[in-house]
């Protein structure tokens, strides 16, 4: 069993206003964890604190991604963090914060050598400038990390210094969750013609809990190496947690969910993990923050 090392990175850079003068407020999911017994639940060995990062809603020059040279600047401080974490044979845990973090956490297991990705997540956060007009709106990079992390998009966010290609290769992912691919308006279908290894929310239900971890060992022994995971909570049904930017239905069981991430996370392959898009501002009562530290909890308790 590794030590953990928590790292509390609290960005909502990679989000959208979802009005007007609106901030996202998944920068304060850290704060709130904690307060609802994240320490606690995890015991872990160290606890590190990045920074806030600012927020803007303005457009920078040379980027079409909002917030993008700030998103660049507080992942290559994660890494630096995750890094040392991996170095000391810590397990890092990233609790965020929105999904651009997952970049940061790639780039740092990218310095030991190859990587695999389990990409638990509501949605496959694959759009690039492939599948939209990058003209017509800013790129928020939350629903781009998939797209990013396999070298789909601006270099600003795809090279990184001292890695060739890719953060990851199509071939070493698996996405769980996406609940919209079997839509006629798709946006992001173009995943389905790449070697990515998709389970869908529809697939996940019918495969059980076994099944979804059957397939998604198969693709992680076909990649050998080692592979970080990845949680976005909004992979739970919105009757259970509508505490996100993007909430839908329908989800995956919690108590499936908890049975797939708890097998991955205690395999000695899995170096790492991140807890991404919890909104507190959306969590008056706190109970969904509870909700969480509980999952997390039951996720790591094996680890």
Not at 234 to 262: E, K
Request: proline share 7%.
């Amino acid at each position: 069993m590794s030590d953990i090392c928590l790292v509390r990175a609290p960005s909502n850079l990679g989000l959208r206003p979802l009005r007007p003068g609106h901030v996202p407020g998944t920068w304060r999911a850290p704060q709130a964890l904690t307060e609802a017994g994240l320490i606690e639940a995890l015991t872990p060995t160290r606890v590190v604190d990045l920074e806030r990062p600012a927020y803007s809603i303005e457009p920078q020059p040379g980027t079409r991604l909002r917030n993008g040279p700030a998103i660049r600047r507080f992942n290559f401080e994660l890494a630096e963090i995750v890094a040392g974490a991996l170095g000391r044979g810590e397990f890092p845990l990233i609790v965020g914060g929105d999904c651009s973090i997952l970049l940061g956490a790639l780039v740092a297991a990218r310095r030991l050598g190859g990587v695999a990705l389990v990409h638990v997540d509501g949605h496959s956060d694959f759009r690039h400038p492939g599948n939209y007009d990058v003209d017509a709106a800013l790129g928020s990079v939350a629903g781009m990390d998939l797209a990013l992390a396999t070298g789909r998009g601006e270099a600003l966010l795809t090279q990184w210094p001292g890695i060739a290609g890719p953060l990851v290769a199509d071939e070493a992912v698996v996405q769980i969750g996406e609940r919209e691919s079997r839509d006629a308006d798709f946006e992001w279908a173009d995943i389905n013609a790449s070697a990515i290894t998709r389970i869908d929310v529809f697939a996940a239900q019918d495969l059980g809990a076994a099944g979804v971890l059957e397939k998604t060992r198969a693709t992680l022994a076909r990649a050998g190496c080692p592979y970080w995971l990845h949680l976005d909570v909004d992979v739970l049904d919105q009757t259970i947690m509508p505490a996100v930017d993007s909430p839908g239905s329908p989800g995956i069981d919690p108590d499936d969910l908890v049975a797939i991430l708890s097998a991955l996370a205690a395999d000695k392959r899995c170096i790492g993990m991140d807890m991404t898009i919890f909104d507190p501002d959306l969590d008056p009562t706190g109970d969904l923050a509870r909700l969480l530290v509980s999952l997390l909890g039951r996720v790591i308790k094996h680890r």
